[in-house]
């Protein structure tokens, strides 16, 4: 605890400091694991993509312009590579930023306040459906159908996980 009173406030390191105790709990990711995550991320982003967009080519044709299975199959690869090309130069850009300054530990808490949670739901949502808009307007579907199924992406991508997360979390603590 810090000490009130006259020339007791709070001190705080500095970054040398601060980023010498973060340096062993912060893994060190390679360009090796970035291309990994990148991979793992396609193969992972594909299916619920796939799901999104045959569910409402199923239900509302006109929505998806009546594409088949095949061409919605290529539109969820279209949709997962570019995602994995974004999330990895974000964590290019992550990596190179960390090497000059120490990030807050805010930014890589999970806890916080839900305000936090919701502007990074907000900043993923946002970059899946720019995402979905580069892959779907030029397969010739209309902005109404591009923002129906960019949203549904962003729900089934970003809102869904968050949601579950954070009832899991709440299940798992005890009452009192």
């Given amino acids: 605890m810090a000490s009130q009173g006259p020339g007791h406030g709070i001190v705080w390191a500095p970054d040398s400091v601060r980023a010498s105790l973060e340096e062993p709990v912060r893994p060190r990711i390679g360009p090796a694991g970035i291309l990994l995550m990148v991979v793992v991320g396609c193969a992972i982003t594909w299916v619920p993509a796939f799901a999104v967009f045959a569910l409402t080519g199923a239900v509302a044709p006109s929505v998806t312009g009546g594409a088949g299975v095949s061409e919605i199959a290529l539109w969820a690869l279209l949709f997962s590579v570019l995602t994995g090309i974004v ?5 290019l850009i992550g990596k190179l ?21 919701v502007l990074r739901v907000a ?45 899991l979390r709440r299940r798992r603590r005890p009452a009192g």
Avoid at 106 to 113: I, N, W
Avoid at 132 to 158: D, H, I, S, T, Y
């Fill in 87 to 91: 999330e990895g130069v974000t964590a």
């Fill in 97 to 117: 930023r960390d090497r000059y300054r120490v990030r807050e530990a805010a930014e890589d808490t999970e806890d916080g306040p839900v305000w936090l949670t």
């Fill in 123 to 167: 900043r993923h949502t946002a970059k899946t459906a720019v995402i979905a808009g580069l892959v779907l307007a030029p397969q010739g579907l209309g902005a109404a159908q591009v923002a129906w199924l960019a949203c549904g992406l962003g729900v089934l991508l970003n809102a869904l996980p968050v949601v579950a997360a954070n009832l």
